[in-house]
């Protein structure tokens, strides 16, 4: 059986791609499921915070893959054969190893803070997924707390053309540090309302994904 593949990606810089693959490979490896994750974005973020979990005597395991180039589509295909899940984190920019990692998914994560820039570079995302002819899922990320922005937000995205996930993600401290000590919020703090947005997203995504075939 072949994992479900799926990749995070934006166009913009700075709109939580890492953050959102390291929370979700430690959601789905504290649930049970194999993960593997694949950092292909030259500045490495990903494989930092790996480095880091390696101090960590009881995280949840997950596989890293840090490649570039030639090499992305070969290494996402090989891990896919070992593990449940592989969560692909891209750069942003739409450089051969973003369209490379937007082709191999089963489902392609976007991002999106609540800003008209991150609105315009979503845009430019979706169009690459379905020049790729891969389902999109918009992840509302960074959300204040209160007032009506989220819903106003989620009618414009909508408005792309594309399905919005119904769990969002809220500004909050806790998703940075518990990176900040090679974790992810479903190990750091599950309780809490970080923790449980992610776990929300991370049920959700699995629900769209469907079985592995």
Known sequence: MTARI???AQQKGGAGKTTLAAHLAVA???AGRTVGVVDIDPQASLTKWFAERARVKDAAAIELRCVAGWRVQSEVEKLARTVDLVVVD???HAETESKIA???ADLVLVPAQPSPMDLWATKTT???ARAEKRPALVVLNRMPARGRLADQMRGKFAELGSP???AVLGSRVAFAASLLEGRGISEQSPA???GQEMAALAEEILRRLGPAQ
């Open 6 to 8: 799926v990749t995070v």
């Open 28 to 30: 789905w490896a504290k």
């Open 90 to 92: 891209s750069p942003p």
């Open 102 to 104: 937007v082709r191999a």
């Open 126 to 128: 979706l169009d690459l």
């Open 164 to 166: 919005v996930a119904d």
């Open 192 to 194: 809490s309302a970080a």
